[in-house]
């Protein structure tokens, strides 16, 4: 895990998945390939293989891809979240229904901008949805050397969530018909929902769980 502590000072690059298929399927159906394994991912660093759902032949497929994009020029890292649509870099994408995926989630980190007084460490805060155990963010994907990548979409903050980080929040897709649309919707269409997720129906998860094991790389091709 020690790759991955270098990128804790920015934006939302922790998350877990720890819902199963049939969930994913229940929430997403029809699911191509509904049939398949999926193991726990309590913690998603940036460079870790994590589950994405891609319209691939007129169907909805789950599989992994590693989190982040390449990096490039002076970036020196994988480039894991997206803010500005307009720039050319992500236009292309974002205009191919074929490069935008569905990220499942079921809680997302941010970390305290100061250190805790008793600790002197930074402290992890959870996100979740009120009444939805598992929820997706919006993604765009290519394709690399390397193999497939993927990135997610954020947004302004809303006020939950910019008490801890005021910079900016991922853009949640709450509804089965937002979902669908992400995937379907011209590039103007997607681009509308790039906005924060009403401060109401989320809530922050006040405990403070301990470490896990490091999630393991699990490839499942789509």
């Known amino acids: 895990m020690a790759l991955s502590r270098t990128y804790l000072v920015v934006m939302c690059n922790l998350y ?6 049939q969930a994913i399927a229940q929430m997403f159906a029809p699911l191509a390939n509904a049939q398949i394994n999926l193991p726990a991912f309590d913690e998603i660093y940036p460079d870790a293989a994590a589950p994405v759902i891609i319209a691939k032949g007129g169907k909805h497929r789950l599989g992994t891809m590693q989190w982040g994009w390449p990096s490039f020029g002076s970036v020196k890292r994988p480039i894991t979240n997206i803010r500005n649509l307009a720039s050319p870099m992500w236009r292309s994408a974002l205009d191919n229904p074929a490069r935008r995926c569905l990220v499942p989630v079921t809680a997302f980190s941010e970390w ?11 402290r992890k805060h959870w996100f979740a949805l009120k009444d939805q155990p ?28 910019g008490r801890v980080h005021p910079k900016a929040m991922p853009v949640i ?46 490839p499942l091709p789509f």
């Open 16 to 21: 877990r998945m720890t819902g199963n298929v």
């Open 112 to 122: 305290s901008a100061q250190p805790d007084l008793a600790t002197g460490r930074k």
């Open 134 to 161: 598992l929820f997706m963010f919006a993604g765009l994907w290519r394709q690399t050397e390397q193999g497939p990548r993927f990135a997610f979409l954020t947004c302004e903050a809303n006020a939950l969530v």
């Open 173 to 218: 897709l709450g509804s089965a018909e937002e979902r669908l649309r992400w995937l379907i919707a011209d590039g103007d269409t997607g681009l509308a929902l790039q906005r924060p997720y009403p401060d109401e129906a989320m809530v922050e998860i006040s405990e403070e769980l301990p470490d896990p094991a490091p999630s393991r790389q699990v």
